[in-house]
């Protein structure tokens, strides 16, 4: 099954419901959001137009796909699904050993945009990375790992990498 691209802003990814209503009440959070959003989706063109980024996505969709989950994406979110009753929703983020610092910073504000916009306020979030941290860096990942719950993982060539607490609580990474 390929990666299902949702064409609607406003449609929610993880509808808890399935009625009008819920439907509604998502296209009035986009809607409310609108000039914030187009500012991200006009960046999320350009970084989605990457290799690296493309990749990433497809990468961890394939994953998903083999454990039993259905990757979604929508205009603003890379990557999102619902695997052993969790949602996880996913930024991917090309970074080079000059970036990471400002890359991980718009993808942590996405990811709490998303969703906040989503309404899945369980929803785990993940960070994926292109590479690993460079070492004057690589504070970042215990400020997002400890101080705000955000999962990261970076590309090994094929392989996801992350620290052993996080392969536990993504173990369709495995």
């Known amino acids: 099954m390929p990666l299902v691209r949702y064409e609607s802003d406003d449609e929610p990814i993880f509808?808890?419901?399935?009625?009008?209503?819920?439907?509604?009440?998502?296209?009035q959070r986009v809607a409310s959001k609108q000039e914030a959003i187009a500012?991200?989706?006009d960046r999320a063109k350009r970084e989605r137009a990457t290799t690296s980024h493309e990749s990433l996505v497809n990468l961890m969709?394939?994953?998903l796909r083999q454990r039993g989950a259905i990757p979604k994406a929508n205009r603003y979110?890379?990557?999102?699904?619902?695997?052993?009753?969790?949602?996880?929703?996913?930024e991917m983020k090309s970074?080079?050993?000059?970036?990471?610092?400002?890359q991980?910073?718009?993808?942590?504000?996405q990811l709490y945009e998303y969703r906040y916009i989503q309404n899945v306020k369980e929803a785990k979030l993940v960070l994926v990375i292109e590479n690993p941290l460079p070492k004057e860096n690589r504070w970042m990942e215990d400020y997002l790992i400890k101080d705000r719950g955000v999962l990261?993982?970076?590309?090994?060539?094929?392989k996801f990498n992350c620290s052993p607490d996080i392969r536990k609580q993504l173990e369709f990474l495995s």
């Open 95 to 102: 970074t080079t050993e000059h970036n990471p610092h400002s």
């Open 104 to 109: 991980i910073r718009r993808g942590l504000s």
């Open 61 to 63: 969709a394939e994953r």
């Open 39 to 41: 500012y991200y989706v």
């Open 77 to 90: 979110v890379d990557l999102s699904a619902r695997w052993d009753g969790a949602d996880y929703l996913f």
């Open 152 to 158: 990261l993982v970076w590309d090994g060539n094929g």
């Open 15 to 27: 509808p808890h419901r399935y009625d009008l209503k819920e439907y509604q009440e998502q296209a």
